[in-house]
């Protein structure tokens, strides 16, 4: 293998010369009192090789070597990922040694004692290509596939199988016999490189299942859909944090993998306290079994900072190709494209807009591209539905990591301040925000058929009113509560009843936290109902006074138990109000 | 301060203001030097060029002035001889006491596994409603001021030290001046509290650059006593705004390309290594914690500059202080004001109908601020918005204000006192299994 040696160092910066070849992004250890510090390639000018360090380079001196490993940073994939906490190098943080990280400290991510109940499902004769499933086996219940090599070339046969039975992740479970007649073991474990995009599917059409969340802001307002992709921008205490927790308790997902990235670590520590405590609403499981998370916080080295969001799609990736619905949710792509600028400046590039790299659009775009809803060559689906919260600078979201990725996500859900201030949270704007895949027609069929095809078409009129509300609102500062007609201030009330009853949602409140489906229909149909009424008023403080009160009865209803008496009760009163 | 071993150096080929340049061999990144004695730290190496920051500036330093390499990045000697004592940035007492024995630990240390760190649960109770009520504050979490220089945030900050039951307070001044050093010295001792204060500064009588080192000083200190000693311990940090102009000064010494308002790209990675210091550990790992109350200036009250937007993004939420002129009293801000962490503790280690009750309030003064833009635009009030006027004075005297030093179950009754005396059940919003108790 090729060796180097330091010439250079500039904070995680690290110049080698080598002595044979390297691969751009090839990965290398550098030495140092003891210690060895994983480094990825960057850069190469003739001898001189520019390496960024995922560790701190304290005491690094010139001359100290470095030994190059061949291959580039790649996950390995295997059973036994489920409830792990990973460093965003795929190190397992649990087996670390001591309350403090300590640099060089590289632990194994997956457990190779650990038996696992195997099962067969290609027979011998089989013709298999790269991921064709082998054989299962089951994880917290999940069912995982173990698939053939995802770089195996072309078509190869089953030359045996294992019987069913326990067996460990190293262990033999089929041979394959290649194109070019060698015979290749195949065992649980898949290696991937983080920085390639898996293509092992067949088909990636346009997404069109609604992904239920719970929140209703989302899920009626401005839905995401299974394999599809949204952000999250938003100013600092605006929410961003608490709404991504609350999609990832809730979402319908198989799998949902946390990328906490150069985020606090406090965020990631409430995660690993509340999530072996809570109940999947959709299995009954806890949380965690169907969890992995990805912890880079912010004050772990920069440079895995990039490496994590990787390393989470490559997981994502691996699970999709069994067929699997994965959420995956990046908190915050800002601070990866942040890592990106830090090693940028440091190899004297010329930056772009706000310093970042040139580069930066192509990569945010490559990324949100890795996400989707697929076909599998077996015939089967599975899908990756991506979110990442963005963090503006100085919420303005004329920024280049806003502005890059709004150009691929299909859903953007725009955090305001001033709905922050006025604690109307969840504090997503209702007028700014939007979900492209309310314009599909594959998801209107799809809505259609799976609840009613009012739906959408009540959904659309409430975002009308919801702006119509937003202009009087104006209107009413500007001319006074007097200066306009009655009429107006019952569209803007009856506006304020839409954002209090469906957009505003009481995420630590036990039952408005989390929204079923069957519910937010309900919600809908009667809000809707209260919008077509037409009420009558002498004066605007009658207006005021009428609506205070239905939206109380409204927020009530909202924290009564689903179809609990009490419930019925408060929908009675309320329809009785609105008489 | 050479010995035997040490190879000196006599020829500097460049200076800057604020770092040197020379031919060296055998020397390690982040590693101390003094060049005619002063302090410096090597931040750049390529073949044998070496670039060192002279931490007090580059004046005097002459091309043959001598260097000597002392192996080691900087460090502070940690024993419990710290307690009671003040030192400069470099860790060396001002207060004329004899040096600290102890065991020599190099400063910025890494930082803590996120799986062995505990869920911050324990009350921090400062007794001002401001922040118990409406912005509770957590062991272990990381909270600043945004402050208008002018704003008394030194004085609330003593205050909330001193309240807080706390084992030690560690006192980490960056560009303080002198004045505000001596009304932090003065306040603890006459409140008897200087053994348990100890306090590392910089003032702006010192040079600039040193003040990099302050929090990474403070900060070692502290996780001495939290992991060591299982102590609770509170770091307050002044002013962040000058360490971060001291970051932005180096940088552009070094030929960095600035991102927003001249700071360094690496601003948030470097905010977010001292902010993360902030920790609860777990029982097995003694239980001590670190928490960190910190101050951000801010020009013109303008949060979107990159110093407070970086840090509002790394810390668990924000206080800013206001003048209420309705009132004439200095309040906590409810609108901007946020701490992250309060929902770990209320309605938890405090009365259930804590949330509920906040948030109400907080949208009522709200309400208030609306008819008061309605009453400057000229417009006619009704009787809704002249009720929330006057429940907003009330509020901001009863709860907002500073000056006032109760428990919480005590603000939870005076807030749903005020709610009766000025609004009817249903513009309250609260549900109906706390108004059902409480709304007497």
């Known amino acids: 293998m090729t060796k180097g040696t330091v010439r250079g160092v500039i904070a995680n910066m690290v110049t080698l010369r080598v002595d044979g070849p390297v691969r751009q992004g090839e990965i290398c250890y550098i030495e140092t009192g003891g210690d060895k510090l994983m480094s990825e390639v960057i850069k190469v000018v003739g001898q001189d090789v520019y390496v960024q360090v995922f560790e701190s380079t304290r005491g690094l001196k010139v001359g100290a070597t470095a030994e190059f490993t061949g291959h580039m940073l790649e996950v390995q994939l295997a059973p036994g990922m489920l409830s792990k906490n990973f460093d965003g190098l795929q190190n397992d943080l649990d087996k670390m040694e001591g309350v403090f990280l300590r640099r060089g400290q590289y632990t194994d991510p997956l457990d190779r004692e650990r038996l696992w109940d195997f099962e067969p499902i290609a027979k011998v004769g089989d013709k298999v290509e790269a991921s064709a499933w082998l054989g299962k086996v089951e994880e917290n219940s999940q069912p995982l596939k173990i698939m053939a090599p995802f770089q195996m070339q072309g078509t190869a046969t089953v030359k045996s199988i294992a019987k069913a039975g326990q067996y460990r992740v190293e262990d033999t479970i089929a041979t394959l016999t290649l194109e070019d007649g060698t015979d290749l073991d195949v065992n649980m474990i898949q290696h991937w490189p983080v920085k390639f995009a898996m293509t092992n599917y067949r088909e990636k059409p346009r997404p069109f299942k609604l992904l239920e969340t719970g929140v209703r802001t989302i899920d009626t307002f401005n839905p995401i859909v299974e394999g599809g992709t949204g952000f999250i921008p938003g100013p600092f205490g605006t929410g961003k944090t608490v709404l991504q927790h609350a999609i990832s308790k809730q979402a319908e997902a198989d799998i949902v993998i946390i990328a906490a990235c150069g985020e606090r670590a406090n965020e990631v520590v409430e995660i690993f306290t509340e999530f072996p405590e809570l109940v999947d609403p959709h299995t009954g499981r806890k949380l965690m079994e169907r969890t992995i998370i990805i912890a880079n916080t912010s004050n772990m080295p920069v440079a895995a900072r990039e490496a994590s969001v990787y390393t989470a799609m490559t997981m994502a990736e691996y699970y999709r190709a069994m067929g699997l619905r994965v959420l995956l949710m990046a908190d915050s792509t800002s601070r990866w494209a942040q890592a990106l600028r830090e090693m940028s400046n440091r190899m004297e590039e010329l930056p772009g807009p706000d310093a970042f790299p040139m580069d930066l659009s192509a990569l945010i775009s490559n990324f949100y591209g890795r996400a989707g809803y697929v076909y599998l060559n077996n015939g089967q689906t599975g899908s990756i539905t991506f979110l990442g919260t963005v963090s503006p600078a100085g919420g303005n979201l004329k920024e280049p990591v806003t502005e890059s990725t709004k150009k691929v996500a299909r859903c953007f859900y725009g955090l305001e301040q001033e709905r922050a201030d006025k604690k109307r949270y969840p504090a997503v704007n209702p007028i700014d925000s939007y979900s492209k895949y309310l314009e599909y027609p594959e998801f209107a069929a799809y809505i259609k058929e799976h609840i009613n095809e009012t739906w959408i078409p009540k959904v659309l009129d409430l975002k009308t009113r919801m702006q119509r509300g937003k202009e009087i609102a104006e209107q009413i500062n500007i001319l006074g509560d007097d200066g306009v007609p009655v009429d107006y201030h019952v569209t803007f009330w009856k506006s304020e009843v839409i954002d209090y009853v469906i957009l505003q949602q009481d995420a630590f409140d036990e039952v408005d936290a989390v929204t079923p489906l069957s519910r937010q229909e309900e919600i809908l149909n009667l809000v809707t109902e209260i919008c077509q009424r037409e009420f009558h008023f002498d004066n605007f403080l009658e207006v005021t006074d009428f609506f205070r009160k239905l939206i109380n009865l409204c927020k009530q209803w909202n924290y009564s138990t689903y179809k609990s008496e009490q419930y019925e009760n408060f929908k009675k009163q309320i329809k009785e109000f609105i008489k | ?440």
């Open chain 2, 1 to 440: 301060m050479a010995t035997a071993f040490q190879k000196i150096y006599t020829k500097i080929s460049q200076i800057t203001k604020a770092t040197c340049s020379l031919k060296a061999t055998g020397v390690g990144y982040d590693e101390l030097a003094t060049i005619n004695g002063k302090l410096a730290q090597v931040v750049k190496i390529m073949g044998d060029d070496v670039t060192l920051q002279v931490f007090e500036g580059t004046g005097g330093i002459p091309t043959n002035a001598e260097v000597v390499f002392l192996g080691t990045s900087p460090s502070l000697k940690v024993s419990d001889q710290l307690a009671g004592r003040f030192f400069n940035a470099y860790g060396q007492p001002i207060d004329g006491g004899p040096a600290i024995e102890g065991k020599e630990v190099p400063i910025g240390g890494p930082s803590v596994n996120p799986v062995r760190r505990k869920q911050p649960s324990e009350l921090i109770a400062t007794g001002i409603a401001g922040i118990d009520l409406n912005n509770t504050l957590v062991s272990g979490q990381k909270i600043p001021f945004f402050a208008d220089p002018d704003q008394p945030f030194n004085e609330v900050m003593a205050m909330v030290a001193l309240r807080a039951k706390v084992d030690k307070i560690i006192l980490g001044g960056m560009g303080m001046t002198n004045d505000d050093y001596y009304f932090f010295r003065n306040t603890f001792s006459n409140a008897g509290a200087l053994d348990r204060i100890i306090c590392f500064m910089n003032t702006t009588e010192d040079p600039a650059v040193e003040r990099l080192l302050v929090p990474d000083m403070a900060l070692t200190a502290a996780e001495y006593f939290a992991v060591e000693k299982h102590e609770t311990v509170l770091v307050l940090l002044t002013d962040m705004t000058s360490y971060a102009d001291s970051l932005a000064i180096v940088s552009n010494r070094m030929d960095q390309i600035p991102s927003k308002d001249s700071m360094p790209g690496s601003l948030y990675s470097d905010l977010a290594k001292i902010y993360e210091k902030a920790v609860q550990f777990p029982e097995e790992a003694g239980g001590g914690s670190i928490t960190i109350i910190a101050v951000t200036t801010l020009s013109g009250g303008d949060i979107t500059h990159a110093v407070p937007d970086n840090t509002g993004y790394i810390t668990e939420g924000q206080l800013y202080l206001r003048r209420d002129s309705d009132v004439g009293k200095v309040i906590v801000d409810p609108f901007r004001s946020l701490s992250r962490l309060k929902q770990l503790v209320a309605g938890k280690k405090t009365r259930k109908d804590h949330s509920q009750v906040m948030n109400a309030a907080i949208r009522l003064y709200s309400d208030a601020a609306n008819a008061k833009t309605k009453l400057e635009n000229g417009f006619d009030l009704t009787d809704y918005d002249n009720r929330c006027l006057a429940f907003a004075k009330d509020y901001a005297t009863a709860i907002l204000a500073i000056d006032v030093n109760v428990d919480t179950t005590e603000m939870l009754d005076v807030t749903w006192a005020l709610f009766r005396k000025y609004f009817k059940l249903e513009e309250v919003n609260i549900k109906k299994e706390f108004t059902d108790i409480y709304w007497k």
